[in-house]
């Protein structure tokens, strides 16, 4: 009975090779280029909500800068500075995992994904104050603070965009809490055994990119 | 030699100095089609024949292209791509920019019909009615979702765009009706969106102006997307449509000149009308609030008298939104007799 | 029947035939009996044979509706149905032959099946990806016919705004289910990346992949960076349709033509998507059936990425009457220009191929025959649509309606089923009847020329597309197109009777019926689960190298 069969009892720091491919530096090589191609998937997915947004932006300027202007430039600045620390951590992760410490590489994880959550939290703050402010998008909007035409178009791009990256956050958190615990239960990083932790990594670094572009889209300017 | 090309390629006729070019660089681009399929048809199906397998595991020349014959290959056909590109690229030009005096038109698409307006005077449902050699500038919005204008016979099409002006420009060439279809999927009626252009020649045309506006058609309908320049009348005209819609009008009156259990409201004010009781009636606003208070008054002959009375569900401005509604769905098609079947007969 | 041919240049594998694999290392098809070890298989021969089954079964449901379609255009009022339930046919038969059929059908079928092969691996490089994208693809079908048949969407497979945010019928599953189906997608094109790129046997330099390889390669790249972006429209278009945000909706400020632009920069390579692996198909076919090489390989090679890269940036062209910019409508339509010129070059190469070639007529090489016919006439009308000034007239007519369909069901669908027939004997060890193939080949391409040129016709002569009734002058050319399509019914009918005859009765054919030396014939047919056995084979020569050894020097290699 066929299966992507796994060769011998696995060695400590070497990852099981795949019975189809050709040696171990194939399967590393394959499973970065699939990554890859995976992190290009899903900056494509967020361009067309940058096209959206340059589109209603160069036809409603005014109401994208006042509303703009209504975003709390703190916690926005503060989800920056959390999230490019926590890719900071996530490369550091790797750092380890090539030396094999599999506990800094826990506990670097660890700390990604407390500064993930720390991003989420201040997020649903901003969110809720949304809510009662009544930024809300479309047929909902209620802010009295500003009422120009198409400013409820982009608060709907506001909510959809950082929304759905809010979403691949979770996805990335997810993905670094699965590395955290194998790398406490399995203890099994070294110089030839990382690359589970590289593309965790490299997924993560894709999710702060996101943000850095978001930011100053929705928040600066 | 054209005729038997439009026979064979089921052109319709040209109607407009648009149609003309287009129609020489299709029979162009045609012509060339045919030939190079059929040449390369031939080719294959002669190589196919002379080089045939003779022994089952016959083995073949290596043959690799030289240069010059991929050249060939690639450079004639991109010649001919971007020629027809060129030619076609300048009639488009010529499509969308109008030339400077043309007289205008506003058209309204609207699920399922389409509105005319002129901007001196008269309107119409379904018919557009524009003088022969003189340039005509549509001006092309929609009231709810995209639509298409397309005629035929002038090789004219553009998107009706709700909040927003498309504009499509075309000088008739000779008199006659053509007909106009939404090429939009807009919903469950768009096959019957249908209307027609009538073009008059410039003498005849005059004429109709003349008598439109010595008719008593109201002004310039609500086909504008700036609803602050659209007089009250007209806004009454869609409160009175939506009232019509909510008070369940529609269940019994078409809008489209169907028959259905009461009479159609295409066409039904200043129609003259017979009644049961043998009498005539002309058509107008006492008449229509009339039968929304007492229906049961006069009633046209040859319906029933299943109308429910509206007296204390309407206010006065209500009917009189909904006379001014049914006061829009005027047609310029001058009908005589009283309510038999469409108004409108579709053209062949 | 002698299963290779005598030369070494068949490589090194020897020769085993059907007999002595059965015994030693069971063929992929009988390695492992229970249902368990098919559903939950990570073969990429044994899920090609259940996307082949899933995917014969949608063509089957959108074929019922195309004929129902044509069956109500008979008359020019009413004949079967009402007019909404006619909306809702064409949208579905669209929604299910693109989404649920055409694109996933060569790549997912034959490219799973058959690449490995190629390549000289074993597996795809991501198998559990790849039996994860069957199942997601049946996910997001399944959501998608639910919604389609209970209440379903009416908008036209295009589902343009404002419309689609608007209309009562149900919108949000079936744009939901086509979400889901366009992960599968995403991971198939990726996993054919990786493949390409990682799993050659060692003697496979990129120019020596088999031009199907090639074809594959370009379009999974569409696949992977178009995908993405319709799919976030499909989600936003859901969402709109619930909670009526008015992204699109222009009461609310929105941009009904943002819609289209955002709609087509996918929809536009997706097409090519579906047609590039049809174009593969056939330089594999057209090199074995003439055995020959085929006449400039790297032309042939890089076009199809040009096509790739080219029609990326010809959206466009759906949109010349849309209010877009002239300007826009001058560059779209230049480089709709350029994507028609990379075809071309294919087409001259395949009937070079044939030159000097020794052609044998078999059924998929009948096929080849419609689908150069169908290619060329029907990419020379795609070419006339991109000519500006022409669409004006043309744009939503059934014009473009049969353009399309030449090109997807013309040459697609002919290289579909010329694959069926070419690789049958690789994937189950048997032939079919020669004659039953030429037959329905015949009927096929017969039916479908009296299909659809009077929908040509039909476009010229003025009707629109999606009108469910028409002023009577059309009725002659519907009548005309309807009596052909069911000649075209009867074709895929008799196909189907007889390859499933085949499945049970058809002799065995032995590991290479074709005598090709296309990469894939060099292992078992049907192969052994793990594709060969002892050692990776080697590739002295490149594919499709039919020169006698004993010839005099043979040029480089262009």
């Known amino acids: 009975m066929s299966s992507s069969a796994h060769t011998a009892v696995a060695t400590p720091g070497v990852p099981r090779l795949a019975q189809h491919f050709a040696s171990l530096e194939v399967q590393n090589h394959a499973a970065r280029l699939g990554m890859w191609l995976f992190l290009s998937t899903e900056i494509l997915l967020f361009a067309g909500l940058f096209v959206c947004y340059g589109c209603y932006r160069y036809l409603f300027p005014e109401a994208f800068a006042a509303a703009s202007r209504h975003l709390d430039l703190t916690m926005g600045t503060v989800n920056t500075v959390v999230l490019i620390t926590s890719s900071l951590t996530a490369a550091l992760a790797v750092h380890y995992a090539k030396e094999g410490k599999s506990n800094l590489v826990a506990l670097m994880f660890g700390l990604t994904i407390a500064m993930a959550c720390a991003f989420l939290v201040i997020k649903g703050f901003e969110y809720s104050h949304k809510f009662e402010e009544g930024a809300l998008p479309g047929p909902y909007y209620r802010m009295q603070a500003v009422q120009l035409p198409g400013v409820p178009l982009y608060f709907t791009i506001y909510f959809l965009a950082t929304g759905l990256h809010a979403f691949h956050v979770i996805i990335g958190m997810s993905v670094l809490v699965w590395l955290m615990i194998k790398a406490i239960r399995e203890r099994n990083f070294g110089p030839n055994n990382y690359t589970a932790v590289e593309l965790g990594s490299m997924y993560w670094h894709l999710v702060d990119l996101v943000w850095i572009f978001l930011f100053p889209l929705l928040y600066l300017i | 030699m054209s005729n038997l090309a439009d026979k064979i390629l089921f052109l319709p006729e040209r109607a407009s100095t648009f149609a003309e070019k287009v129609d020489n660089l299709h029979y162009f681009v045609v012509g060339v089609t045919m030939v190079s399929s059929i040449a390369v048809g031939l080719a294959a199906l002669f190589m196919f024949f002379r080089y045939r397998r003779r022994t089952p595991n016959q083995a073949t020349e290596y043959v690799v292209p030289n240069l010059p014959t991929e050249f060939l290959f690639v450079s004639v056909p991109l010649v001919f791509f971007l020629l027809w590109f060129a030619i076609g690229f300048r009639d488009f030009v010529f499509y969308t920019t109008p030339p400077k005096d043309t007289y205008d038109v506003y058209v309204m698409g609207k699920q399922w019909m389409w509105k005319f307006a002129y901007p001196e005077g008269p309107n119409g449902v379904n018919v557009l009615t524009v003088p022969a050699n003189r340039p005509v500038r549509l001006l092309i919005t929609s009231r709810d979702v995209l639509h298409s204008f397309y005629v035929p016979a002038f090789r004219i099409k553009m998107d009706a765009l709700p909040g927003r002006y498309t504009q499509a420009w075309f000088e008739a060439t000779k008199p006659g009706t053509y007909q106009v279809l939404c090429t939009e999927y807009c919903g469950l009626s768009h096959s019957k969106m249908l209307a027609e252009v009538v073009v008059l020649s410039p003498e005849d045309f005059e004429e109709w102006l003349k008598d439109q506006k010595r008719g008593r058609l109201a002004g310039r309908q609500d086909a504008l997307a700036d609803t602050s320049l659209v007089p009250p009348v007209a806004r009454m005209a869609e409160q009175g449509q939506k009232l019509a819609g909510s008070q369940g009008c529609f269940k019994c009156h078409t809008m489209d000149g169907a028959q259905h259990i009461g009479p159609t409201f295409l066409g039904m004010y200043d129609r003259m009308e017979k009644l049961e009781d043998g009498k005539t009636i002309r058509v107008d606003e006492a008449y229509i609030t009339q039968s929304m208070m007492d229906p049961g008054a006069h009633i046209v002959s040859g319906y029933k008298n299943v109308m429910p009375t509206f007296q204390g569900k309407l206010q006065g401005a209500e009917t009189a939104a909904i006379v001014e509604f049914i006061k829009s769905l005027r047609t310029a098609n001058v009908r005589e007799g009283a309510s038999q079947g469409p108004a409108y007969e579709p053209i062949q | ?558």
Request: hydrophobic share 50%.
């Open chain 3, 1 to 558: 029947m002698n299963p290779s041919s005598s030369t070494t240049a068949e490589g090194v594998l020897p020769a085993h035939d059907a007999h002595d694999a059965h015994h030693d290392h069971p063929s992929y098809l009988v390695d492992g009996t229970t249902i368990k070890s098919w559903l939950l298989t990570v073969d990429h021969k044994r899920i090609a044979l259940m996307y082949l089954v899933w995917i014969l079964l949608f063509f089957l449901v959108g074929g019922i509706f195309a004929m129902a379609i044509r069956i109500e255009m008979l008359t020019p009022g009413p004949t079967i149905m009402d007019a909404m339930t006619y909306n809702r046919t064409f949208t579905l038969h669209g929604m299910i032959m693109i989404f649920l059929f055409m694109i996933p059908a060569i790549p997912a079928v034959f490219g799973n099946f058959v690449l490995p092969l190629m390549l000289g691996a074993k597996d795809v490089a991501f198998p559990r990806l790849n039996l994860a994208s069957l199942y997601i693809y049946l996910a997001g079908a399944f959501l998608a016919l639910w919604g389609m048949l209970n209440g379903g969407l009416d908008t036209g497979w295009t589902f343009y705004t404002p419309y689609s945010t608007h209309t009562t019928t149900t919108v949000a599953p079936v744009l939901f289910g086509a979400f889901i189906i366009g992960f599968s997608s995403i991971a198939t094109g990726l996993n054919f990346i990786v493949t390409i790129h990682t799993m050659r046997a060692p003697g496979i330099t990129w120019f020596k992949i088999p031009l199907f390889g090639w074809a594959l390669y370009a379009t999974s790249c569409i696949q992977v960076l178009a995908t993405p972006v319709i799919g976030l429209l499909l989600v936003i278009v859901s969402g709109e349709q619930l909670f009526h945000f008015g992204l699109f909706d222009p009461a609310r400020g929105g941009d009904p033509v943002l819609f289209q632009h955002l709609f087509w920069f996918y929809s536009h390579p997706a097409v090519y998507i579906m047609v590039l692996p049809a174009f593969g198909v056939m330089s594999e076919i057209v090199a074995t059936y003439s055995r020959k090489n085929i006449f400039g390989y790297r032309a042939v090679a890089y076009s199809s990425l040009g096509i790739a890269f080219v029609g990326f940036f010809v959206w466009g062209h759906h949109m010349f009457v849309s209010g877009q910019s002239t300007f826009d409508a001058g560059i779209f339509g230049v480089l709709t220009m350029l994507v028609g010129i990379f075809t071309a070059i294919k087409v001259f190469n395949w009937v070079g191929t044939v030159y000097k070639g020794a052609v044998e007529f078999r059924t998929p090489f009948a096929y080849f025959c419609g689908f150069l016919f169908f290619t060329v006439f029907g990419g020379m009308t795609g070419i006339a649509v991109a000519t500006t000034s022409l669409d004006v007239h043309w744009h939503d007519t059934y014009f473009v309606v049969a353009h399309f369909h030449f090109i997807m069901v013309g040459a697609t669908i002919m290289a579909f089923l010329a694959a069926l027939h070419y690789w049958f004997p690789k994937m189950f060890g048997k032939t079919y009847h020669e004659g039953w193939g030429l037959v329905s080949a015949a009927l096929i391409i017969l039916g479908f020329n009296a299909t659809f040129i009077p929908q040509f016709l039909l476009g010229n002569y003025g009707m629109p597309r999606r009108y469910f009734e028409y002023p009577e002058r059309f009725q002659a050319l519907n009548v005309a197109s309807t009596a052909g399509s069911s000649l075209l019914a009867f074709g895929f009918i008799i196909i189907a009777i007889y390859l499933t005859y085949s499945l049970a009765y058809g002799r065995a054919s032995g590991q290479n019926p074709w005598r090709s030396k296309g990469y894939e014939w060099l292992m078992a047919s049907p192969p052994p689960t793990h594709n060969f056995v002892g050692p990776q084979p080697t590739y002295p020569e490149e594919p499709h190298f039919y020169v006698d050894p004993k010839k005099a020097e043979v040029p480089d290699v262009v």
